[in-house]
């Protein structure tokens, strides 16, 4: 007899755990996102295996107080949270805005500003609670009337947001536009696929009732580009903006720094644990990481470069740790011709050697790429047969797209870091015996995501697990590396600033830290 507030579906995952029909990590996730509390999930987990499971949090201990945090990172644009592109970005924003929830390094979801979630039988309808006791920086009362805002805004095609696709199959509809695109096909947009979609039931209540059913709507409420904002401020973020986190930022200089100074009154979700935190830029030179790390100029690298491995391994006051994940560098092609062709496509992805390219490009640290959207890391990862390169195939299948003498394209890439550009120099290599000829175009990396859309291809690093039908070339590093020495710091500020220290946001990324 399940309890009452029992998701229907949850005594049907307490049996596949019995019977071990599903594992750990599947239970804990699927547990969560139907409403159980993560505590209650792990003791279940705990009973069922005979041992005490202890959660991550529950893992670290007190923290201790006081203190700056300088890291080395890419000082972006921030003033437009919802369109953010780069982790980067929300890694300086989440210290002073917040989510709805928040994922963990354990792959699971909890709450954040909604303080419980309810999801219907049917999956299709999901009640959000909101916390009572979260105010704005200027003393106004976090409503419900904030949450439909902002994710009405993100919803909205005239925005931009990367979490319309995310969140597309569930609250949106596609319409005509009644406009035509350059092959003379109807042009389509999105809207909510109902008026009340995105629905206030109360001041401390929000529905979502989606066209679908989706288990992962708390997962999505923590797409990085999806921070709530003031409406007052019209989705734009600067200094001394208003927020509900722990922070304030108080210095903003792209391509230089940005500084997040605690704020005197107490933050809901606790702490902050830090005075200040600092985010320099120190641009695209390995180098001069690497100096300020060991000259302690700096307390950790939000992200390290495989050519600064044996560098980083030399410094005395650090120390280095390795994880697999699921970050994934990729090469985007845009929807033009040829790419518009799905035979070119696949012709690029049989002209190349996914390991061959991990072996030069990130000295074999990690695993070769599959051409698919799930990891190891993930639950719904399963082993398929490795892909093989077929250079004979890419040319047959070229020569049926109507190109039998080869294309030529270009790629767009950046200068930094620098395993991008070996793992794209490789790619351009392997893609000539097929006839693919391909001219590499290197940006500097604050141009790099201004270029035109129109481009043939681009190659990226995505921090999180791309959504779109397009093939997957080259490889998944193992060593997207956190370099940290936090000698002087005085511990993490708080949920948030925990998660710009270990480079997190709905990611799953492949991190080795380095740390002293």
Known sequence: MRATDEHPLLPTLKRQLVERQIERREFLRYATLLGMAAPAAYAFVGKVAGERL????????????????????????????????????????????????????????????????????????????????????????????????????????????????????????????????????????????????????DDFTVRLNGKSAQLAVPEQLFHYPLLILDPAENGEFKVGSNGTGAFTLTANEVGRKQVLKARKEGYWGGGPYLDQIEFIDLGDDPAAAVSALASKQVDGLYGADIVQLEALQKIPHVQMYQVATAYTATARMQPVKPFDDKRVRQAMRYAIDSNAVLQIAHRGLGQPGEHHHVSSVHPEYAKLPPPQRDVARAKKLLAEAGYPNGIDVEIICRPQPAWELLAVQTMVEQWKEAGIRVKINVMPSTQYWESSTACSARRRAPSTSPRDARPWLGSRPSCRMTARSCSRCGGRSSPSTTSACKASGPTRRSTSSVTS
């Open 54 to 201: 202890i959660a991550p949090a529950e893992a670290q201990g007190a923290l201790p107080r006081g203190g700056t945090l300088r890291l080395a990172m890419r000082c972006q644009d921030i003033k437009s949270p919802h369109t953010y592109s780069w982790v980067e970005s929300s890694n300086s924003a989440r210290q002073v805005l917040d989510y709805l929830t928040v994922t963990g390094v354990d792959n699971i979801t909890r709450p954040s500003l909604v303080e419980k979630w309810e999801p219907s039988p049917d999956l299709k309808t999901w009640t959000l609670r909101l916390r009572r006791n979260v105010k704005w920086h200027n003393g106004r009362q976090f409503t419900a009337d904030d949450v439909v805002w902002n994710l009405k805004r993100v919803l909205d095609p005239k925005t931009g947001s990367s979490v319309l696709g995310l969140m597309k199959g569930f609250l949106l509809e596609d319409v005509e536009t009644g406009e035509k695109d350059d092959k003379g096909n109807p042009k389509k947009s999105s809207r909510l696929w109902d008026a009340n979609a995105v629905q206030k039931v």
